[in-house]
T-cell receptor, first 112, second 115 residues
Framework: GDSVTQMEGPVTLSEEAFLTINCTYT??????LFWYVQYPGEGLQLLLK?????DKGSNKGFEATYRKETTSFHLEKGSVQVSDSAVYFC???????????FGGGTRLMVKP | DTGVSQDPRHKITKRGQNVTFRCDPI?????LYWYRQTLGQGPEFLTY????????KSRLLSDRFSAERPKGSFSTLEIQRTEQGDSAMYLC?????????????FGPGTRLLVL
């Protein structure tokens, strides 16, 4: 079945540091790929998505590129802020639109 | 757009009791999903409705679990004879069918603790 693997956390960075959170997937066919974020005490929110190979999703300074050749969708941000502290989940979605497969989540802590 | 709502937000029950959770999706969304999330893990898919039809169920959904969406709007998830291993966050999500992996919008979840 489909699976998503992302780097374990926590990831601790200083403010304005560069962020990379790795995500790789296995899937039949060509899934859509998502990054969701869960801020403390809140529900899951979509951060960005990409629906086909070489697409780049971006939002709030975060970016991720759908790499079919390496089956990856790594999340990056050039300069993190304290307010980015949260848990980040990578997910793949089948093209029938009926379920998401999530990675285990990566906790990011940004220190001032 | 009031978002996906879930009720209750927290539930504590004793082993062996039945519990029922409710999810109200975004009003125009015809797809509704249930997921379960245990501490430190990502959400795991449980089941999915398109309108009132339950189209897919995970093997995680044992026969003690039942979900309904009788009028294609709100949904309920019932767990019978709860066990301590059922303790988790139960998440509901909804989406508007769009011919692909459309965005799922998540509710705040119901946290269940089985004593």
């Amino acid at each position: 079945g489909d699976s998503v693997t992302q780097m374990e956390g926590p990831v601790t960075l200083s403010e304005e540091a560069f962020l990379t959170i790795n995500c790789t997937y296995t899937a039949t066919g060509y899934p859509s790929l998502f990054w969701y974020v869960q801020y403390p005490g809140e529900g899951l929110q979509l951060l960005l998505k990409a629906t086909k190979a070489d697409d780049k999703g971006s939002n709030k300074g975060f970016e991720a590129t759908y790499r079919k050749e390496t089956t990856s969708f790594h999340l990056e941000k050039g300069s993190v802020q304290v307010s980015d502290s949260a848990v980040y989940f990578c997910a793949s979605g089948n093209n029938a639109g009926n379920m998401l497969t999530f990675g285990g989540g990566t906790r990011l802590m940004v220190k001032p | 757009d009031t978002g996906v709502s879930q009720d209750p937000r927290h539930k504590i029950t004793k082993r062996g009791q039945n519990v029922t959770f409710r999810c109200d999706p975004i009003s125009e969304h015809n797809r509704l999903y249930w997921y379960r999330q245990t501490l430190g893990q990502g959400p795991e898919f449980l089941t999915y409705f398109q309108n009132e039809a339950q189209l897919e169920k995970s093997r995680l959904l044992s026969d003690r679990f039942s979900a309904e969406r009788p009028k294609g709007s709100f949904s309920t998830l019932e767990i019978q004879r709860t066990e301590q291993g059922d303790s988790a966050m139960y998440l509901c999500a909804s989406s508007l069918e769009g011919g692909g992996a459309e965005t799922q919008y998540f509710g705040p979840g119901t946290r269940l603790l089985v004593l």
